[in-house]
């Protein structure tokens, strides 16, 4: 097994099992590293809690939802500022976020009052929403209190209201994704099959494992719509309530990212005997075949044969200029689970990029499968790795630029590599044809940006030189490309606008008549 | 023209680069969609009729398609071979991902009994 040791965790031997590099005779049954495990004492993990991955990665991005953790106020903190899962109700469920604010005296005493109160004064705040979804955490779990009795009390005494209660507490799992399972099977128990849809298609979908960052899913919600495809619910980004209540009538569940939400589409094939399309959104070819897969299922390739041709002709050109720009650089692809796999390979065959590592905090063994099996030989792969590891791969890849979260980010900055917010994104979306290019616009401003290539002069020994001017990002791009590439015609900058998902929202659709 | 293990293999290439179906969650997820996926492909591949029938089988038609178009437009290989060859290839084909992603996995997931 080739397995990569770190020097900084050497004192940390279990850490050995947990990084693999893929080299040119290796297949999947000789090099996977160890996953979704608990993090080993000593290594200071950077993932998130069951808590967090069922509530901030899959609750919340439901739109039309007061979302409320019970437990102290602390838990609340990821929304606005880190989280950009947006909604085309202006956000709702981003701009206001909830918690009971436990205190000391109520673990003391109990919270279970306080709970009830705080679901009454929230309903009574925004009559207009009549859903809620609550939280455990970890220290509301460990007094006992019984959120399911109380929250069946307030719908009783409130016959317009419904109430979805998720027990997973942040030590529930050894990291989110365990809380991204025990919502999933949460959210099946309890709501799927409760609301009758009003079916307008002969084609309906779920589409699973999507959470709107900054519009992915109204990108590809314009595609589906364009093809006369129904989307009967979106788990969850952007998704209402109810819809996802209404699950059980699809033909199809289209999944995105099966790290989050497999387990959904599973249970409703088992349950309800519907399919489960795995889909890639991110890259041309990719995101066609993708389209291509749905329509056929349905019998309607043809509609996405149109939609291929249009925007493959006007963005092609765009992201064939980044190409240019980008082969050759080293990316280390360090994002979340499925966006590692999403990424691995579209992002080496259509910028160029080579992918020198790939590591997830919180995946499965599945996911670096996935992974592993996309990149090319040489890539090393990390699991669960801590802040010095991360430090160490890159001292010694020396990638021109990481793809991760925010918070490894800024210790990459720290170190001169530049980042793009693989999570959040910088300025998404990156779903989509023009969301592609507008990927590669980010890495391409990310790599060459002046200012970093200024942070790369140690004033405290470098020389400084003060007669060359200010130097743009082409100055620096195309100083070694060909003269018939800097100066062709069939290739472009990115020219969209700044906002492309307000368009989205006013846009009308074909009508297609419903056979059936 | 390339032997069977070098076909197989770029084959193989393609699904790992290519395509998810390979890797649910569970090892009777994936064998179940490596016989029906892999099966499907053999039977295109060799201008046979595949039920599709039942929404689940379409499903598997829907990758299986997708393969044996590929498969035929990127290997050439494939126009010169007749039917049993291709299905010989097919069943060498299904042995090996039926290996990496099941029966040689190092995957510990895949045998958990619940999802």
Known sequence: MPYHEFDCSKCIPERKKHAVVKGPEDDLTKALPLGYLNTIPGSISERGCAYCGAKHVIGTPMKDVIHISHGPTGCTYDTWQTKRYISDNDNFQLKRTFATDVKEKHIVFGAEKLLKENIIEAFRAFPEIKRMTIYQTCATALIGDDIDAIAQEVMDEMPDVDIFVCNSPGFGGPSQSGGHHKINIAWINQKVGNVEPVITSDYVINYVGEYNIQGDQEIMLDFFRRMGIQVLSTFTGNGSYDELRSMHRAHLNVLECARSAEYICNELRVRYGIPRLDIDGFGFEPLASSLRKVGRFFGIEERAEKIIEEESARWKPELDWYKERLTGKKICLWPGGSKLWHWANVIHEEMGLDVVSVYTKFGHQGDMEKGIARCEVGALAIDDPNELEGLEAMYKLKPDIILTGKRPGEVAKKIRVPYLNAHAYHNGPYKGFEGWVRFARDIYNAIYSPIHQLSYLDISKDEIPDDGGFKTQRMYSDATLPEAVKTSSAMREYTGKYDIIAELRKREYPEFNKKQ | ?115
Not at chain 2, 13 to 28: D, E, P, V
Not at chain 2, 57 to 70: G, H, I, P, R, T
């Open chain 2, 1 to 115: 023209m390339p032997d069977i293990n070098e076909k197989v293999a770029q084959l193989e290439n393609f699904i790992m680069k290519k395509c998810l179906w390979q890797f649910h969650s569970r090892a009777w997820d994936r064998k179940r969609q490596n016989e029906n996926i892999l099966g499907m492909t053999a039977k295109l591949l060799c201008g046979e009729e595949v039920d599709t029938s039942k929404p689940e089988d379409k499903c598997y038609w829907v990758d299986a398609s997708y393969l044996a178009e590929n498969y035929r437009e990127r290997f050439d290989w494939f126009s010169t071979m007749s039917n049993d060859e291709i299905k010989e290839l097919m069943q060498a084909l299904r042995e090996r991902i039926d290996f990496v992603t099941v029966d040689g996995s190092l995957n510990e997931e895949l045998k958990d009994p619940r999802y």
